[in-house]
């Protein structure tokens, strides 16, 4: 079975590591009303992002290439409402696709500014 789900973002941690422990080197942990919905890990090796996406009961992993953490913390930074999306495979265990952004059922116009 494979299934869709997209949920809305309302806060996040942003965790620096050295990389001892763990393959990654930056996390972002993604909140919806204080329970964690996502983790978002970023890696120097992009052989490694695929593989390691996951689905899990209360939450899914996502991983992206290093060189995506500031766009992706700006736009957690800048943008409301921002939404967490994934297409999970249960029969193989993997994700599909994953995107974190604003909601493409709602596109802003051009010029906009946020709060004004």
């Not at 297409?87 to 995107?99: F, M, S």
Request: aromatic share 14%; with cysteine; hydrophobic share 35%.
């Amino acid at each position: 079975m494979v299934y869709s789900t997209s949920i809305i973002v309302d806060s996040y941690v942003v965790e620096h590591y050295i990389p001892k422990y763990y393959t990654w080197k930056d996390r972002i942990l993604l909140y919806n009303e204080g329970v964690l919905i996502a983790k978002l890990e970023f890696y120097e090796n992009d052989i490694l992002i695929k593989a390691k996406s996951a689905k899990y009961p209360t939450h899914c992993t996502l991983c992206f290439e290093m060189s995506r953490f500031e766009a992706i913390v700006n736009t957690l930074r800048y943008e409301k409402p921002v939404f967490i999306a994934y297409e999970y495979n249960e029969a193989d265990n993997i994700i599909e696709w994953g995107r974190i952004g604003t909601d493409i059922n709602r596109p802003e116009s051009i010029g906009e500014q946020e709060g004004a």
